[in-house]
């Protein structure tokens, strides 16, 4: 597949080799490529590490992508996608972007309980396929779910559109995922959202972000 990663942080770190390892081209989308080279060393450094990979403004790493993730900073990614709307249209949107506010001591989460980022970006773009997953993770562990109890633990989609999740499924299940349970529509991201205040209590109870949810059926 031809996957757009829309998203230069921590998250397009894990996911940019690991889309490459599995054979999929990928191009990255910035806000100004220009800008991110010269300033972002970090992704300076992966971009050597992996020539194979292109580097995009937003607007421009989209067409022509099989699959778009959603890889922008949680706060700021409505209004950074909502001017791609009739490009993203028919596209799916793989949504891993979380609702957490970190400029506030206790990162509070917006949108919560009765909307999701999710929504708010199937709202925003209509003709977009929308599937919500990953975001109950730290990056790290997105693409090597086998380091976390042996890959024994849960991955969520949510998402209107089934084709869409049989594509993110299918992509999931590539990187080694076993357990990709299927919550239903759009609107069951506000349940893996809301995960995020008991990842953060988690997190900090653990010492550790590489854990994972497991529903025991
Ligand atoms: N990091 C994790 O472990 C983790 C885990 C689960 C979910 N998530 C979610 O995944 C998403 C990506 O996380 P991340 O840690 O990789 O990166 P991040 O630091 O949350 O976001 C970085 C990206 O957001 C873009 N951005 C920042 N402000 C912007 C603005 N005002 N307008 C447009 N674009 C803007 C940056 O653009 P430039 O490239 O131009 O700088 C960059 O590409 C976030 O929504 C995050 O909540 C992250």
């Not at 869409?164 to 499924?169: E, I, L, N, P, Q």
Request: charged fraction near 20%; glycine fraction near 8%; include cysteine.
């Amino acid at each position: 597949m031809r996957i757009a990663l829309l998203g230069t942080g921590a998250v397009c770190h894990v996911l940019a080799p690991a889309f490459l390892d599995l054979g999929h081209d990928v191009v990255v989308g910035t806000r100004s490529p220009r800008a991110t080279l010269d300033t972002n060393q970090a992704y300076a450094r992966l971009a050597e590490r992996h020539p194979a990979l292109e580097l995009r403004a937003f607007a421009d790493a989209v067409p022509g992508a099989d699959l778009v993730v959603n890889a922008i900073d949680g706060p700021s990614c409505v209004a950074a996608l909502t001017p791609l709307a009739p490009a993203l249209a028919g596209r799916v949107l793989m949504d891993v972007s979380s609702p957490l506010d970190w400029s506030d001591p206790d990162a509070v989460l917006d949108p919560v309980n009765t909307d999701s980022l999710g929504e708010q970006l199937q709202r925003a773009l209509p003709a977009a396929r929308v599937v919500k997953t990953f975001n109950t993770l730290v990056a790290q562990a997105m693409a090597a779910p086998a380091a976390i109890g042996d890959g024994d633990h849960t991955v969520f989609v949510s998402g209107d559109d089934a084709a869409a999740k049989a594509v993110v499924t299918g992509l999931l299940e590539s990187l080694g995922w076993k357990d990709v349970l299927d919550l239903g529509g759009i609107r069951t991201a506000r349940a893996t959202e809301m995960m995020l205040r008991m990842w953060i209590d988690t997190w900090a109870a653990l010492g550790t972000d590489m854990f994972g949810f497991k529903i025991v059926r």
